[in-house]
């Protein structure tokens, strides 16, 4: 089984859904760097202070940051069995600094999993999310209702829009996309264990997939 796994993808291509699928099936601690600014964002933590000025207009927030906190968190007890990162790296210089923390765990990525989806159908899907406010998981007002309106299957939460999925907030990730992390494909394809999906295939057939490469099966 492959244990120390990036999920990579354009937001909106379903990343956080696999996570959710993935870390149930398989147990392996999930560290979403955007959940991770997301939570210090609601406790007004300096971090938190910090990161939502960018968050909240599409940018990234910077790398010395984001690669600070997810130093402190793979040192961490329960990622020594395996990890599985969301949404990092993003940029060259956060993959650099992944591999040098690697290294110096004496681990190595074991597989890069991408999911890629059409640009339209990116819009519509993040124009129609909704997330629940307490646990995070993902909903969609038209694919993925909850089966009581605004309320979390899992937890009972309130289900709200999140601040950076507008119109125009999209765009500025897309370019942050496009520009900043696509290139990382380039950099693992090198690496040899990058293997690209494709996210518009509806989340239950894109498991399969998933489960299959985690497994090692494919
Ligand atoms: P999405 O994949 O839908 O864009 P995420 O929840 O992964 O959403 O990230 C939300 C926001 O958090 C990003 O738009 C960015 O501002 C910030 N962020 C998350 N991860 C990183 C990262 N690795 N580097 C810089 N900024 C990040
Ligand atoms: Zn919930």
């Known amino acids: ?5 990036i999920l990579m993808g354009p937001p909106g291509a379903g990343k956080g859904t696999q996570a959710k699928l993935i870390i149930q099936e398989f147990n392996l601690p999930h560290i979403s760097t955007g959940d991770m600014f997301r939570e210090a964002m609601k406790n007004a933590t300096p971090l938190g202070l910090k990161a939502k000025s960018y968050i909240d207009q599409g940018h990234l927030v910077p790398d010395d940051v984001t690669i600070g906190i997810v130093e ?3 040192a961490q007890d329960d ?4 990890f599985l990162l969301d949404g990092f790296p993003r940029t060259i210089p956060q993959a ?24 339209e159908e990116l819009i519509r899907r993040i124009s129609g999310r909704r997330v629940c406010k307490s646990c995070g998981a993902p909903y ?16 009972g939460g309130p289900l709200m829009q999140r601040k950076d999925d507008n119109v125009e907030a999209l765009e500025v990730r897309l370019n942050h996309y496009e520009h900043e992390t696509k290139p990382l494909l380039d950099y693992y394809k090198e690496a040899g264990n990058l293997v690209t999906l494709d996210g518009s295939k509806g989340k239950d057939l894109l498991f399969v997939e998933v489960k299959e490469l985690i497994r090692g099966e494919r």
Do not use: F
């Open 72 to 74: 402190e968190r793979l």
């Open 96 to 119: 650099e600094a992944l591999d040098k923390m690697m290294a110096k765990m004496h681990r190595k990525i074991d597989l890069v999993i991408d999911v890629e989806t059409p640009k």
């Open 1 to 5: 089984m492959k244990t120390n796994i």
């Open 79 to 82: 990622c020594k069995g395996g």
């Open 140 to 155: 969609h007002v038209d694919t993925m209702k909850p089966k009581v309106d605004g309320v979390c299957d899992i937890c």
